[in-house]
């Protein structure tokens, strides 16, 4: 016999979790806390299995039979629900970190300062400043040889400037 929501309300909580059964394998899982789970027990491929549908009563006893139904539609598909599920599961996951990595991506290939064609600082990140101790503010439009290099490097540094301006 079906279970009714007033029945699924009666339920009381025991000593040990168990279930009340509905129809077509699906049931309601009566923790020993008082808690309720809508599951559905079925076959695929020759294996039982168990598919959790949701907390009673933030899902209704209609909404659950829903639920079997369209699992039971998916396994005569040949589709296990189970593996829907955690397919849909995943791709929720992976696309909560999408902006996370592009962000990674987009700055991880950035250059920490890059100079103009007459040496002056015009890219000047984060990265660069906790190496150097200079804001951004403070080097912008500044030439980088003349104002940031110690005399010991500057020669050399220039060069190698002039080098990579020229393309070779």
Known sequence: MPLTDVKA??????????????????????????????????????????LAIGVYPKITMKQAREKRDDARKKIAQGVDPSSTKKHIQNKKV???????????IDTANQPIFGIDTEGKV????????????????????????????TEDYKEPVQKVLDEALKGS
């Open 9 to 50: 309300r009666a339920l009381k909580p025991k000593e040990k979790d168990y279930k009340a059964s509905d129809e077509k394998g699906l049931f309601l899982l009566v923790k020993k806390n008082g808690s309720k789970y809508f599951r559905y027990d079925y076959r695929f491929q020759g294996k039982r299995k168990t």
């Open 94 to 104: 992976l696309l909560s970190y999408k902006g996370e990595l592009q962000n990674f």
């Open 122 to 149: 015009n890219k000047w990140n984060q990265q660069a400043e906790a190496i150097t101790g200079y804001s951004k503010s403070e080097v912008m439009g500044q030439h980088l040889v003349d104002n940031f290099i």
